[in-house]
């Protein structure tokens, strides 16, 4: 299936806290900001990396949702943005004891990859707008999700590349029937 290169995107928020209540308070912000979530995957050990323990604790748990509504590829600067703000509004509420309880790192699947949205520039990585980048995190080929060589370690675990393919099998409908 060939697409025209202007075909809308599934948004993909990747979450994660040591809180289940901060991941639960970021499904009900992401629904109201983005629209209904359309698939979560269950929270697994974030244990892939350090970074984020200054800031953020030990003991961290990611959880993946794609919302429903298809997303112009455009946006993704906006997106990640938009998500920024609301760690912010998190961290402001003063609800957790951490400097920031939650991270949201929104992507954009389309057939062929899944692109994620960093404020950090690499390399391998291409410069949108308002100081975003996008980095073509995993590619589908051969009826899989593939990492490239600077893929996150979480990225690419297999229980996340499923979510990812069951959610691209999601994105797929909504393109045929954009109703469902």
Same mark, same amino acid.
């Given at each position: 299936?060939?697409? =025209? &290169?202007?075909? @809308?995107?599934?948004? #993909? #928020?990747?979450?994660?806290?040591?809180?289940?209540?901060?991941? @639960? $308070?970021?499904?009900?912000?992401?629904?109201?900001?983005?629209?209904?979530?359309?698939? #979560?995957?269950? &929270?697994?050990?974030?244990?892939?990396?350090?970074?984020?323990? &200054?800031?953020? *604790?030990? *003991?961290?748990l990611k959880q993946l949702v794609a919302l429903r509504d298809l997303v112009a590829p455009d946006s993704l600067p906006d997106v990640k943005r938009a998500a920024?703000?609301?760690?912010?509004?998190?961290?402001?509420?003063?609800?957790? &004891?951490?400097?920031? =309880?939650?991270?949201?790192? =929104?992507?954009?699947?389309?057939? *062929? !990859?899944?692109?994620?949205?960093?404020?950090?520039?690499?390399?391998?990585?291409?410069?949108?707008?308002?100081?975003?980048?996008?980095? #073509?995190?995993?590619?589908?080929?051969?009826?899989?999700?593939?990492? $490239?060589? $600077?893929?996150?370690?979480?990225?690419?675990?297999? *229980?996340?590349?499923?979510?990812? !393919?069951?959610?691209?099998?999601?994105? !797929?409908?909504?393109?045929?029937?954009?109703?469902?």
């Amino acid at each position: 299936m060939r697409l =025209p &290169p202007n075909t @809308d995107a599934l948004l #993909v #928020v990747a979450a994660f806290s040591r809180h289940l209540a901060a991941l @639960d $308070w970021a499904r009900l912000r992401l629904a109201n900001t983005f629209g209904p979530i359309a698939l #979560v995957a269950e &929270p697994f050990d974030f244990h892939h990396t350090a970074y984020y323990a &200054p800031t953020m *604790g030990s *003991g961290l748990l990611k959880q993946l949702v794609a919302l429903r509504d298809l997303v112009a590829p455009d946006s993704l600067p906006d997106v990640k943005r938009a998500a920024i703000a609301l760690e912010a509004e998190l961290q402001e509420s003063r609800r957790f &004891p951490e400097a920031r =309880p939650l991270n949201l790192d =929104p992507g954009l699947l389309v057939l *062929g !990859k899944f692109v994620l949205a960093t404020t950090k520039d690499q390399s391998h990585r291409i410069y949108l707008r308002d100081d975003i980048f996008a980095e #073509v995190t995993l590619r589908f080929r051969e009826g899989e999700f593939e990492p $490239w060589p $600077w893929t996150y370690a979480d990225y690419r675990e297999d *229980g996340v590349r499923a979510f990812l !393919k069951l959610a691209r099998e999601y994105y !797929k409908q909504r393109l045929n029937d954009p109703a469902t």
